[in-house]
């Protein structure tokens, strides 16, 4: 069985098997390992976070073709369609133009969650975010801007010359994706609709201008098969993975809720997602493709608010191991990585065990005020108090969402620029050692599954099977903000 695997942490986590961490860059990984630690009453340090096991790392260049510092959804076409592409487009090559619809016809490019389902795999997004969100949408649209989320939020001229929005494309672009799971119902209904969970608030109500119910649409169109549509925890928990072989999963109109803030008894957690994931994905006997995304990773970071970010991180962990105990490192491919970095850092010579959310020991030696570790380059933290520094000591630094002190003030913190790491285990993760172009990793995959333009070399002379991949790929992807998103 040959199984992908991508999880995303904004980070990214991406794989026909694929765990993807947005915006996750490697100080989010080091300060995610410590406070996994002081989770579990450690000093934090020596921890192991569980893709610190993998025994194949990488690097990754994450720039876009039009970018030094990138965005997610540029990165995500990288990763996951096999090609660079420019910033804020999705699915298509570096021809198209960001906003331009009629730049997208003829610059389409395919994802290797397309290239697995070609194969007769079966195939999977799980998502914190939007379900078309940057990230997921890579995996399945061809659009020129990653904010055309439905019909509402796209320009007239746009929807007179034919291009679709995101959601729509879902559906009808690779109509039979085997699971979908995260955010984003809004999109899906028509404008105005009262959402299931908020039939109160406007601001959840249904957008779409052209009247359709997709849900409802795939509902329909699912019908002879064993399908099954849920909005809520304790109907996700109660199928029987055996029973169904289609699901759409969707928590929350937007994105789904910081795990901080998540409401434990009607949403589900990233680690349940997945796990219901691959037992569905898993009982196909040629393999599975998964991308997991824990982009919620991203969004903390882009409000400077650190704690939500890390404790995403550390949920996106529990969800590489709940992976790795479903499946085998005989025959999976696990890839974990991110879309790019965040300004994030944590330093001043704080001791061992000193709690990451801490102050460092000493006062400035400039404006002799306290300081936290943890620091940005730039975003919302950026505070003056009478022409001065914030004192941290008279606030609550270590809340939820404490926005931790900038350097330079802005609405929301910006990416990183940095390489990011690629932790790759099962068949064939050697292949990913070193430095290399992001748009490299989908094409690991694809060659280790003998998926897409790779299915040749696993063929005898005489065209039968010859070698035949015995593995399934993960792929996750961190997003801080997204990890690096």
Known sequence: MTALLIICFCLILGSLGNPQFPGMGIPTVTAARILKGQLNGQSGEETQLEMDKFPFVSLSKTYNTNAQVPDSAGTATAYLCGVKANEGTLGVSAAAVRSQCNTTQGNEVTSILKWAKDAGKS???????????????????????????????????????????????????????????????????????????????????????????????WVDRMKDKKNHYVWNKTQLLSLNPNNVDYLLGLFEPGDMMYDLERNTESDPSLTEMVDVAIKILKKNPSGFYLLVEGGRIDHGHHE????????????????????????????????????????????????????????????????????????????????????????????????????????????????????????????????????????YIPHVMAYAACIGEYREHCMSPSGSAGLRPAFSIVAVILSAARLLC
């Open 123 to 217: 195939v999977g997004i799980v998502t914190t975010t939007r379900v078309n969100h940057a990230t997921p949408s890579a995996a399945y649209a061809h659009c020129v801007d990653r904010d055309w989320y439905s019909d509402n939020e796209m320009p007239v001229e746009a929807l007179q010359a034919g291009c679709k929005d995101i959601a729509r494309q879902l559906f009808e672009n690779i109509p039979n994706i085997d699971v979908i799971m995260g955010g984003g119902r809004k999109y899906m209904f028509p404008k105005n609709m009262s959402d299931v969970e908020y039939p109160n608030i406007l601001k959840h109500s249904g957008t779409r201008k052209d009247g359709r119910n997709l849900v409802q649409e």
């Open 304 to 439: 400077g608010k650190a704690k939500q970010a890390l404790h995403e991180a550390v949920e996106m962990d529990r969800a590489i191991g709940r992976a790795g105990l479903l499946t085998s490192d005989h025959e999976t491919l696990t890839i974990v990585t991110a879309d790019h970095s965040h300004v994030f850092s944590f330093g001043g010579y704080t001791p061992r065990g000193n709690t990451i959310f801490g102050l460092a020991p000493m006062l400035s030696d400039v404006d002799q005020k306290p300081f936290t570790s943890i620091l940005y380059g730039n975003g919302p933290g950026y505070k003056v108090i009478n022409g001065a520094r914030e004192n941290v000591s008279a606030v609550d630094y270590k809340g939820n969402n404490y926005q931790a002190q900038a350097a330079v003030p802005l609405n929301a913190e910006t990416h990183g620029g940095e390489d990011v790491a690629v932790f790759a285990k099962g068949p064939l993760a050697h292949l990913l050692h070193g430095v290399h172009e992001q748009n």
